[in-house]
Each structure stands twice: as C-alpha cells, then as structure tokens.
C-alpha cells in the first residue's frame, strides 16, 4: 500500500495589510484613469483578477465612474441566435398582386419524396446525363415561356 501524499497546492494565503495594498492600488488607478485597476494590479502584483475583485468586493469599494461620464444609458437587448423569417414567401402573380404562398409547415430538413431524387433514375450514368439534358431543355423552354408571359404583361400593364 502507498501512503497518503499530503496535498502541497492551496494556494497562497495573503495577510489583510497585503490584500489592503492591493485594494488601495486599484482605487487610486481608478481614481486617475477611470478603469482598468483591477487588471493594472494583477500584473503589478501578480495576482489573479478573481481573488483581487473578490477583495474589492469585501471591501465595500465601489467601482470609480471615468471623469465626466456621467449616467450611461442602458443598450436595447439585441435579440439571441438567428432572425426570424418571415411567415410566407410572397412571389409576384401573373396579373401583378403579390400572391401569398403558405409557409411549409413541419419539422426541418428535407422534404418528402425529395431523399432520393438522382437514384429514382434507374439504369447508368449515361441514362441519368440524358434524363438531365431533358430536364435542362425542359427548364430552357419555361424559362422562354415565362420570358413572354412578362413581357406580355408589361405590356398590358403600360396600357392602364
């Protein structure tokens, strides 16, 4: 068996003339620079800034306000993690009225039916690219449709 090792660490204990100094240091650097006195006299001291506020604390010294500050205003609470988006999408209709589209309702992520889109194509790359190039030719002719049908309500709309 091995014997118990006596627990070395504590700490360093500091007397209250020592912690008094410390205090005092702070308050006149905070007297004369407005702030930074408690990170001023942890380097000058070597002490951390924990056990100096703790001290500061014990000591009843309030913390010194800059020269001429004054009253500070308290800053509007800024809203936590991301923005919120807007309940619908609005697109643009054929007559011009925004039409309102729902929002999908639902747990996040993808939506059903769409898992497994590029494997519902069957059979080897070469059907898949022609599958593709149809889909492309397909989008180009929308594309061309949607082309007349704004030019052809801008039109009408120039009329009114």
Do not use: C, H
Request: glycine share 10%; charged share 35%; proline share 2%.
């Amino acid at each position: 068996m091995s014997a118990k090792k006596a627990n070395t660490s504590k700490g360093k204990r500091y007397s209250a003339e020592e912690k008094q100094a410390v205090v005092d240091f702070v308050n006149k650097y905070n007297a004369e620079k407005g702030r930074g006195g408690q990170a001023a006299a942890s380097k000058e001291f070597s002490i951390s800034q924990l056990s100096i506020a703790g001290w500061l604390k014990a000591s009843g010294s309030a913390p010194v306000k800059a020269k001429g500050k004054g009253k500070v205003k308290a800053k509007a609470k800024k809203g936590r993690g991301r923005p919120k988006k807007q309940a619908t999408a609005v697109e643009a209709g054929a007559e011009g009225a925004a039409v309102e589209a729902p929002k999908a309702k639902g747990k996040r992520g993808r939506k059903p039916g769409s898992k497994n889109v590029v494997s519902a194509v069957s059979g080897g790359i070469e059907k898949k690219l022609d599958e593709l190039r149809k889909v492309a030719s397909e989008i180009t002719r929308a594309e061309q449709d949607l082309l007349k049908l704004r030019t052809r309500f801008e039109t009408l709309k120039a009329s009114l």
